[in-house]
């Protein structure tokens, strides 16, 4: 395994469509959602970024910053959005160092706090998210928890 690069998109901006399409395969989010966000950060519309790790030219783990990840709490913003990482590398502290890249990087920015809607418990709190409250996603019948880092 090739040493892992931490990285934005504005890093190497000719991945764009790469990304767009692994965040598609894994959430089934359409792809053009995805470009419209990079584009408008690509393009120094927005702050709100993506961030990859990549295994020598794969992505193999990503995450998005977008204004609010399909939730009715719209005063909470920007969200975290679309955390992945492919299964063979979990468990290698890989997402932390994202999630820990991200918060860091809108704080240098003054974008705090931030947000994440999951289902996950246990896993962001090791990475100084704080459970926040209960929110509805749009269209789903059971409430989600919503985090935040400031």
């Known amino acids: 395994m090739e040493k892992l690069a931490f990285i934005t998109l504005r890093d190497n901006p000719a991945l ?16 053009e959602a995805y470009l419209e966000c990079m584009e408008s950060y690509l393009n120094n519309e927005t702050e709100y970024g993506w961030y990859l790790c990549l295994d ?8 998005g910053v977008i ?10 913003s920007p969200n975290v959005c679309a955390v992945y ?3 063979e590398y ?3 502290g890989i997402a932390g160092h994202l999630l820990n890249m991200t918060a860091d990087d ?6 705090t706090p931030v947000y994440l809607v999951t289902d996950h418990t246990g896993f962001y709190e090791r990475y100084g998210w704080q459970f ?8 789903e019948p059971e409430m989600t928890r919503m985090y935040i880092h400031r």
Do not use: Y
């Open 16 to 31: 764009k469509e790469t990304a767009a399409e692994w965040f598609h395969s894994k959430w089934g989010v359409p792809k």
């Open 56 to 63: 020598g030219s794969k992505i193999i783990s990503g995450l």
């Open 67 to 76: 204004e609010n990840d399909f939730h009715d709490r719209k005063d909470l």
């Open 85 to 87: 990482t492919e299964e």
């Open 90 to 92: 979990r468990c290698k």
């Open 106 to 111: 809108l704080k240098a920015k003054g974008i």
């Open 132 to 139: 926040l409250c209960m929110v509805q996603g749009d269209g």
